[in-house]
């Protein structure tokens, strides 16, 4: 398929690509603990290990900052954060890049012109699907929620998918879904609707000019957010591949039984992709974000929303229905 509409806002968010592929890591561990189902952490193995790259660039992180640092061996890429959603300095990284090497990268559609000045260094680049970046200050307005203050670590998905967010303090870990039950947690779901939405999105990311699905790159990679796949919980990559390079890393990895994947099809996932990302009082909450003292006030105004203006009685009662039903049936 070729097309030039892939701009955010038009009907083909896809873009020009190769092959529409779903899969995950073969080894369990690597699919549960890294993002969208491991299939990035085994290309950059794969490219280390055959030599096709000297080096990944990969993201770390010294909370509450994020770099990028070039990790030339298998074992350092378990350094690698699996998901990050705040800013990431990319400076570190791109100064320890050394003429005449060859370097894996990973990058969102803004931090390509970051890249111009080592492009001819880049082997292979993966373009990872964004709908926007938080500030950094999210993660602490978020744990403070908790009562956590003394933050080590801040991991943005961990276990599987949709995953948990983990917070490491001197006391252990912490984990707290990412996908919070509207019925069982309503406050974990309030606290984490307040502070990851567009409400707290960079000013770059509110009216994004890149495209989603970064097009230019070897292969686009994100999560698979088709309905079908709902009762997963281990995590899958979706992968768009946009090079022959990338088609033929993936069989390999496939012929190694290091990955397991499967072609999608391009309706389908041009579809998930669309989404509107709308925000209820989108100026209310960007402006209580300005000022520390109204910040936590965010998940009380979307408890509110969420809990006493718009829920949802009508499905509510439906479900009751259901249950009264099945019990007189017993």
Known sequence: MTSKNYIRGSNDLVGDYLGIYVGHSTNSKVRENSSSGGMVREIFEYLITSGEVDGCLIVVQEYPKFFTKIARTVQELSEMENSVYAPVNFSKGLKEMIEGERYAITAIG?????????????????????????KESTMQSYASSFGHKEIKNFAF????????????????????????SFIKSPKLRSV?????????????????IYEFSF?????SMGDAWHAKYSSDTKGLTLAITRTKFSEDVLKQLDLDEKITYWPDSYE?????????????????????????????????LVFIEQYL?????????????????FFKKK
């Open 110 to 134: 803004c931090q390509n012109k970051l890249l111009k000045k080592v492009d001819h260094l880049i082997h292979f680049k993966i373009g990872l699907l964004c709908r926007g970046t938080y």
């Open 157 to 180: 998905r961990r276990n599987g998918w949709p995953g948990d967010i983990v917070i490491t303090t001197d006391k252990g870990d912490f984990s707290y879904a990412r996908r919070p």
């Open 192 to 208: 984490k609707e307040a502070y990851f939405s567009k409400a707290t999105y960079l000013p770059k990311c509110i009216d994004c």
């Open 215 to 219: 097009p230019s790159c070897d292969v």
């Open 268 to 300: 389908e996932t041009n579809e998930v992709m669309d989404d509107a990302n709308v925000v209820k009082n989108l100026k209310l909450k960007t402006s209580m974000y300005k000022y520390k003292y109204l910040r936590s006030l965010m998940p009380v």
């Open 309 to 325: 203006i718009n829920f949802p009685w009508s499905t509510v009662l439906i479900k009751l229905r259901g249950y009264v039903k």
